[in-house]
């Protein structure tokens, strides 16, 4: 048996996301439900196929799972999901317990933890994302405290004034991307995209990596002057604008 998250893309359809380690933690920020692939080497009968959820010893019914296993076929899946987890809410913390039964048999059992600080999944600190910013030729000064956290305020301007670039990097306790506010500005002769898409999709590609960067940046292609946010990796990502000459990016962690 295979169990992975389940995700929900910004299309809304329910995508796969990290593999459940049994006895392991599930730190997938985004997880709103479980897949199961369960195989079978008796395929040449029909059955019954259940699969039930314990949370800290008390049974989920939201999860609960009824369906005939089709004769002939050697794998099933199933989508565990409440309501809840269709409209985008996580899993809750907690200890978890997975069982699946055959005609009422249990063929198979794993349990796992959703821990209670489920942090966002980014890939550098913010100490690292300075560092980047730095080798990308901004100028970075310490801002003090903004929002209660550490700042540190970069910018860079094109050498014949036609463009100018932002970016507010916060730090939270523990050396991570509290938050990162970015700014593009076209100060001479509008749109600003041009110069906008480079700047922030090379940050976004760093900071959420090769799994999620493209689903990240496929979004921001897709949004303008409206404001519109996603969440992903355990963060939302908010992108807006004022006209043609300003875009604006923001990336917080979600509250846990």
């Known amino acids: 048996m295979t169990s992975l998250t389940l995700r929900l893309s910004p299309a809304g359809t329910l995508v796969e996301g990290e593999r459940v380690t049994p006895g392991g933690e599930v730190p997938d920020a985004d997880a709103v439900g479980l897949r199961l692939r369960v195989t079978s080497q008796d395929s040449d009968r029909s059955s019954a196929l259940s699969a039930r959820i314990f949370r800290n010893g008390r049974p989920e019914p939201g999860y609960d799972v009824d369906r005939p296993w089709d004769r002939g076929a050697r794998t099933e899946t199933l989508d565990l999901l409440t309501p809840y987890g269709r409209a985008g809410f996580t899993l809750d913390p907690g200890d978890y317990r997975l069982e699946v039964y055959r005609d009422g048999s249990t063929r198979a059992e794993i349990e796992w933890t959703v821990p209670e600080d489920a942090r966002a999944t980014l890939h550098l600190t913010a100490d690292e994302l300075l560092a980047l910013l730095r080798d990308d030729g901004m100028e970075c000064v ?99 604008g004022e006209g043609e000459a300003f875009r604006f990016l923001e990336i917080v962690p979600v509250e846990p």
């Open 142 to 240: 310490e801002a003090g405290e903004g929002d209660h956290r550490p700042r540190t305020d970069c910018e860079l301007s094109s050498p014949d004034g036609r463009w100018h670039l932002k970016a507010e990097v916060s730090r939270d306790p523990h050396g991570g991307i509290g938050r990162l506010f970015l700014q593009a500005d076209s100060l001479t002769d509008p749109p600003v995209a041009p110069h906008a898409r480079p700047f922030f999709g090379r940050i976004v590609t760093e900071l959420y990596g090769e799994e999620r960067a493209p689903e990240a940046i496929g979004w921001l292609r897709r949004q303008g002057e409206e404001y519109a946010q996603l969440r992903i990796a355990g963060t939302y990502l908010t992108a807006y």
